[in-house]
């Protein structure tokens, strides 16, 4: 088993035991494929919920660019969702995790079709 999926079967693992969530693997994996290599990164691979700036760049870049959303309260709601349910306390909420929560929130599992 390669680095990229042991992190995959981690991350499931977080959806699963931390989140409450049976994850769809195959969207797991493209997700995680989507990240790049920021995975193998430890401070890329995760997201600092407590940091504006970083929510920003989930808004941002993944939210708006890669799901093609609009700009508005409902993408700050999912984000504080989704940091919520991966829980507030939890040190490490990774990124492919977040970002596979909010592709399921909006419906835009197409986008990685």
Known sequence: ???????????????????????????LRKVTIGCGPSIYD????????SQQHELDTVKTNF?????????????????????????KSERNKYRAVIYYMLTKHFGKEAVYG
Not at 17 to 22: A, I, Q, Y
Not at 42 to 47: K, L, N, Q
Not at 65 to 87: R, V
Request: charged content about 30%; hydrophobic content about 40%; overall charge negative.
């Open 63 to 87: 939210l708006m660019k890669k799901l093609g959303l609009p700009d508005g309260p409902a993408l700050d709601e999912a984000i504080g969702a989704a940091i919520q349910t991966y829980g």
């Open 1 to 27: 088993m390669g680095r990229r999926d042991e992190l995959i079967a981690k991350y499931a693992d977080d959806l699963k035991n931390k989140c409450g969530m049976n994850p769809d693997m195959e969207l």
């Open 42 to 49: 430890a401070d890329a691979s995760t997201v600092a919920g």
